[in-house]
């Protein structure tokens, strides 16, 4: 019995920071639609047409950022060569911010 409760308690600490991401993901979810309904940001086909342009390849992750000027897009992207890119881009204007290897 006492086992059954340790491990219970265990799997219920565990889950309490999963249930905070994904409330935290969902608030992030919201926000992001609301600043592409509003303009503030590009969709993300237009956002991934301009990085997979400058580097061509398979994209593996697209990260949203909120930054001092605004929000940004960050796509990492596996090259033909094996490398991967992360192209960094101004979510509003489209423009290329950097590109580094990751």
């Known amino acids: 019995m006492k086992k059954t409760l340790l491990i219970a308690a265990a799997l219920a600490a565990l889950a309490s920071p999963a249930l905070t991401l994904a409330k935290d993901d969902k608030d992030d979810q919201r926000a992001a639609s609301a600043a592409l309904a509003r303009g503030e940001i590009l969709p993300i086909a237009r956002v991934l047409a301009i990085?997979?342009?400058?580097v061509p390849g398979d994209?593996?992750?697209?990260?949203l950022e909120r930054e001092s000027f605004g929000f940004k897009y960050e796509v990492k992207i596996l090259t033909g060569g094996?490398?991967?890119r992360e192209v960094e881009i101004d979510a509003k204007t489209g423009r290329i911010i950097k590109i580094e290897d990751d």
């Open 82 to 84: 094996g490398r991967v």
């Open 51 to 54: 990085a997979t342009e400058r």
């Open 59 to 63: 994209v593996l992750k697209v990260k």
